[in-house]
């Protein structure tokens, strides 16, 4: 839980990563006006990718790095983003969307949380994870 906290201090305001978080959430703002879809809307945008950029980088680490004492909170964290906070806003402000859409979002939600995962799992600053790759390819070569 602590290292949670850490990252959450840490890592949610590197400017590389909220960067990345402007462009999603542009992207996802930009889909609720464009896409006739009952669910998606601005507020339920704002909402999920807010715990998503919370959580989904921690979370994969808690996967990649084996760590077993982390899996119920990565779960109950991953949920939450993926269907929980979607579940309860829509059912305060329209449980016939929630009623129609709610099979349908899960899975889209659970791949984009995990590509964000993907994204926001490196641990510093841009400049570091490009000096690390550059220093892991010369070592192959």
């Given amino acids: 839980m602590s290292e949670l906290l850490t990252d959450i201090r840490h ?45 989904a980088g921690w979370s994969m680490r808690v996967i990649i790095e084996r760590r077993w004492r982390d899996w119920p909170l990565m779960v109950l964290l991953t949920w939450w983003c993926v269907d929980g906070c979607y579940a309860l806003y829509w059912l305060v402000l329209e449980p016939t969307a929630l009623d129609l859409m709610r099979d349908a979002n899960w899975p889209a939600s659970l791949s984009l949380f995990w590509m964000c995962g993907l994204v926001w799992y490196w641990r510093g600053s841009l400049k570091d994870l490009l000096s690390q790759v550059k220093q892991h390819l010369s070592s192959r070569l």
């Fill in 11 to 55: 890592e949610t305001v590197r400017s590389w990563k909220l960067a990345t978080l402007a462009i999603g959430l542009g992207l996802l703002i930009a889909g609720a006006y464009l896409t006739p879809a009952p669910d998606w809307d601005v507020g339920v945008s704002i909402v999920m990718a807010g715990f998503t950029y919370l959580f």
